[in-house]
């Protein structure tokens, strides 16, 4: 009875005391998003985080694999509260689909999750439009919100998204720092909005701020609009 007494004893103070090791299981993955479209040599860029994880402080290590595909897996080990960047750059004729398979791993466990990429006919000649844009609200940034640390000294990346979409233009940016959206109502004045869209990297899954011109052809200044629930892909 002594022994029984002690060995329980021990195993609630185990418990209390984070001793007993958690299952390694005991984790999800969210995807966003499991489904796009793109044309070749776009940059398709995949959003994952670690959810529902009762052992704090672990590591899940995030791979992806696909063929006839270019992959960059960025911020590859995280615990919930960080976000994995995969970079997809297909390599594919139009008209095929690829199938990504995003894998999580911890000791000895692996979730996966797949993500479909339809490769369309296309190719991009927005990016002259977007960065001009861009450097209009970039230049206002620097001056209005300095705390961002946006300045015209920033690189980024670009990339054209949603290439099916044709009166609203979308291209995603990418500094060290922050995922920026540049969208633009391909219209004539007064209706040619431009709005972009910023998301800090590795940190959140959906656009945290977000700003409009209400005509691009005005001289008017940026103003704050409520965030998008979700990036744009």
């Known amino acids: 009875m002594k022994k029984l007494v002690f060995f329980c004893l021990f195993a609630v103070l185990g418990l209390s005391c984070g001793l007993l090791e958690i299952d390694p299981s005991t984790f999800n993955l969210t995807v966003f998003p499991t489904l796009m479209d793109a044309i070749n040599g776009q940059r398709c860029v995949l959003l994952v985080s670690v959810t529902g994880d009762k052992a704090e402080g672990k590591f899940v290590t995030i791979g992806a694999k696909a063929d006839n ?18 970079t997809i750059i297909p390599k594919s004729l ?13 000791e000895g466990f692996t979730l996966t999750k ?30 209005q919100h300095p705390e961002l640390g946006i300045t015209p000294q920033t690189d ?31 219209m004539i004045p007064p209706h040619d909005w431009a709005r972009i869209h910023l998301r800090r990297r590795f940190e959140n899954m959906k656009p945290e701020l977000a700003f409009e011109i209400t005509s691009l052809q005005s001289a008017e200044n940026p103003f704050a609009i409520d965030s998008p629930e979700a990036v744009t892909r």
């Open 69 to 86: 595909c270019e992959i960059l897996v960025e911020n590859s080990q995280i615990v919930q509260g960080q976000v994995c960047e995969i």
């Open 94 to 106: 139009p008209d095929k689909e690829i199938t990504v398979s995003i894998t999580g791993a911890r």
């Open 114 to 143: 797949s993500v479909k990429i339809n490769v369309v006919l296309g190719v991009d000649l927005a990016g002259p439009a977007a960065a001009e844009i861009r450097n209009r609200f970039v230049a206002w940034l620097a001056e």
């Open 156 to 186: 980024w990346t670009g990339t054209l998204v949603t290439p099916n979409l044709t009166i609203i233009a979308n291209y995603l940016y990418f500094s060290d720092t922050w995922e920026m959206c540049v969208s633009w109502h391909v």
